[in-house]
């Protein structure tokens, strides 16, 4: 009987076969796993399926023996896809030579790792119409933590790709040979929940017995049509994690075609490109010797880190451009955007009704444009799905002014959380979203969250690309005024040591858009979140009252008035009452260290402020405070201020974030010198005397 149609009987009846009767116990120790039998009776058979009868199962064991099992005993059969080598039972069964020398590689010098890969080979392949990308990866298990590495996945384009996990094994360190059941892959939407934007899909796979003194051996590949939505475009990490003793790529392609290569800063082996007689270019790529990556509070992304190299075919920025300016016609406005539209309006005025219109009517995802694809939807499709990411949103601005005929540009801008800054030649994948210039003014419409003119923490201080101008420019970096949070604060201190606070917070920049995204939240969850800010300035304190400005109103920043109590703050010692300025942490995490590998990393500048008026109990005299204090450098700038009252004490303090990579060295000293001194300044005692 024909395999294919007992797939069939097993998609219809949910079974699945195999053999020789064995505990759970035993089948764990077996060293080869083929199509699985599982009995109703909790009892497992390993072997292969033969064929399924009228009520009866045909099965082969590993040992070749032919056993028939009753059909009504069955609670499940699993088929085992036979994948590249699945016929080795242990290590003698090796006949590739790659595996075989990664086995004796000596990995001692590596024991405060997790995992060692011993070998990172990655093939990519260009030819027309088509495109081929493998990664294999051998890895060896070295302690608990290192397990982790037995989960892996890797991503594709479901309606483009054609993805496929040639093989995936376990050699234990007794030498017995574990392969990958199918019940361990599992495939699923990255963006499942969007499915206008449902392109891009993850395939995980769980190795089998990815334990302690284990090597692991798998290859995922995947292939690609190759169309003007999908260019090839791949970024592949030389690094890992974890050391990587040796990482291989090979590149090839047609000489007659523009493909690139971008390498980023790290020492690495080039050969190529080499020509061979088929017509090709041939690169191939050698890295050795990554040390793995040092976890530090504050670091860069990992994606930032690890060396890397993007391998693209250019586009043509010419035909690109002219695609979309054919792409951006627009038959009318949006009937609720024209009626809101005045005649007399200024451009400020008619800017920032267009660009509310979208942030405020268009619900965003948070969907990069090379997750999904390198050209926009069409404004009138934006307009009726009522969703759309950071490519779409800017895309359907610049359409609708282009119809109000207000000049602007189409500017695709990179995630700097990923890196590099820039790439060359152009290629539209290597941006994630979009933002709208019109003249001096950025417009960055995603969140309804988002104010006018704001721009995202992950595009400030990038490169983009002016699709309409063709050409480069520098998306600026928000002011640490325009991202800030300002505190002013009201403490009134009784005879008993208990606080009574009011509080107004202002949020700007990234602060505001959280904050506001609050909204969504119920009344009663809305307080617990309130609740927990207020708990963070100190465990005992107990809230009143709060009461956020409305929401939806943009003309101002976004304001929270909170009234708290802290019973028992202050330590009273018969005449004196001692205790801190409240609600003050400045937290040193980021600097605990004395030296950085990597630098301290932030998305965006910042100034945080504080301006506090304590009035003290009838009777008690100030008798200790802190003084001032003034710190500045290139970086960050913390400086605070008291003065003395005849019943009160004012302070205030201001610190400003710089700039948002501070490098290990001298820049990482002065950084924490001044973080240091801070936290010290702020943690000394003010004490009243009656």
């Not at 035993?26 to 033969?50: A, F, H, S, W």
């Not at 003084?627 to 009252?645: L, M, P």
Request: a positive charge; proline letters at 5%.
């Amino acid at each position: 009987m024909k395999r294919s149609w007992i797939f069939m009987l097993i998609f219809v009846f949910g079974f699945s076969g195999c053999a020789k009767r064995i505990t759970i116990k035993e089948v764990r120790r077996l060293p080869y796993r083929g199509d699985m039998l599982y009995l109703r009776n909790g009892e497992e058979y390993d072997g292969t399926l033969k064929e399924i009868r009228e009520n009866k199962v045909i099965f082969v064991t590993r040992e070749g023996e032919t056993v028939t099992i009753p059909l009504d005993s069955i609670q499940a059969i699993d088929i085992q896809k036979m994948r590249e080598g699945y016929w080795w039972k242990t290590t003698k069964d090796i006949n590739d030579s790659t595996l075989k020398n990664a086995l004796m590689e000596d990995v001692s010098s590596y024991s405060y790792a997790g995992y060692v890969n011993i070998l990172k080979v990655t093939d990519i392949e260009a030819k027309e119409g088509e495109y081929r990308f493998s990664q294999r990866v051998i890895r060896k298990i070295l302690n608990k933590r290192g397990e982790e590495g037995g989960n892996n996945t890797f991503y594709y384009k479901k309606d483009l790709d054609i993805p496929s996990l040639d093989f995936g094994r376990t050699i234990s360190r007794s030498g017995v040979i574990y392969h990958i059941k199918d019940i361990a892959i599992q495939d699923a939407a990255v963006y499942a929940g969007t499915p206008l934007y449902n392109r891009l899909h993850e395939r995980k796979f769980a190795m089998p017995e990815a334990k302690p003194g284990n090597t692991l051996d798998f290859k995922y590949s995947i292939k690609s049509i190759r169309t003007h939505e999908n260019p090839l475009y791949y970024r592949v990490y030389f690094g890992d994690r974890e050391p990587v003793l040796k990482t291989v790529v090979g590149f090839k392609y047609p000489e007659d075609e523009e493909i690139n290569l971008f390498i980023s800063n790290a020492k690495f082996e080039v050969a190529g490109p080499r020509a061979t007689e088929e017509g090709e270019e041939v690169y191939e790529i050698v890295f050795k010797n990554w040390p793995g990556v040092v976890q530090e509070p504050s670091m860069p992304p990992l994606t930032k880190v690890l060396p890397f190299g993007i391998f693209f075919e250019h586009i043509d920025s010419v035909k690109y451009r002219d695609s979309l300016l054919t792409l951006s016609e627009l038959k009318e406005l949006p009937q609720s955007l024209n009626e809101e539209l005045k005649s007399d309006s200024s451009l400020m005025d008619t800017l920032e009704s267009c660009f509310y219109y979208i942030t405020r009517n268009i619900r965003f995802v948070d969907i990069p444009l090379n997750d999904y694809s390198p050209y926009p939807h069409l404004p009138g499709e934006i307009i009726t799905n009522r969703v759309a990411n950071s490519f779409d949103k800017a895309f359907l601005l610049y359409s609708i002014l282009k119809k109000l005929g207000i000049k602007s540009t189409l500017v695709l801008v990179p995630d700097k959380n990923r890196g590099p800054e820039d790439i060359a030649p152009f290629t539209p994948l290597f941006y994630s979203g979009a933002v709208v210039q019109v003249d001096s003014i950025y417009l960055n419409p995603e969140s309804e969250f988002q104010r006018f003119g704001y721009i995202t923490p992950r595009y400030q201080g990038t490169t983009g690309f002016d699709v309409f101008g063709l050409k480069r420019v520098e998306i600026p970096l928000v002011s640490p005024d325009k991202e800030a949070v300002i505190i002013r604060r009201t403490v009134r201190i009784d005879s008993t040591g208990t606080v009574y606070i009011n509080e107004e917070r202002e949020f700007r920049g990234a602060y505001e858009k959280a904050m506001r995204s609050l909204k969504r939240l119920k009344p009663q969850e809305l307080r617990k979140e309130v609740e927990r800010i207020v708990s963070y300035i100190d465990p005992r304190a107990r809230l009143v009252n709060f009461k956020f400005d409305s929401f939806e109103n943009f003309d101002k920043y976004l304001n929270l008035k909170v009234e708290y109590y802290i019973p028992s703050y202050a330590i009273r010692a018969g005449n004196f009452i001692l205790f801190k300025l409240p609600g003050i942490k400045y937290d040193v995490q980021d600097v605990a260290q004395r030296e950085r590998v990597y630098p301290v990393y932030h998305e965006h500048l910042s100034m945080q402020k504080h301006i506090i008026r304590l009035y003290f109990p009838r009777g008690f005299n100030l008798k200790s405070y802190p003084g001032n204090f003034k710190e500045i450098s290139n970086e960050f700038n913390y400086s605070a201020k008291t003065v003395k009252r005849r019943n009160s004490l004012e302070f205030s303090d201001t610190s400003v974030l710089q700039d948002t990579n501070i490098q290990p060295g001298d820049e990482y000293a002065r950084y924490r010198e001044i973080k240091l001194k801070r936290a010290g300044y702020i943690d000394r005692w003010i004490i009243l005397k009656r």
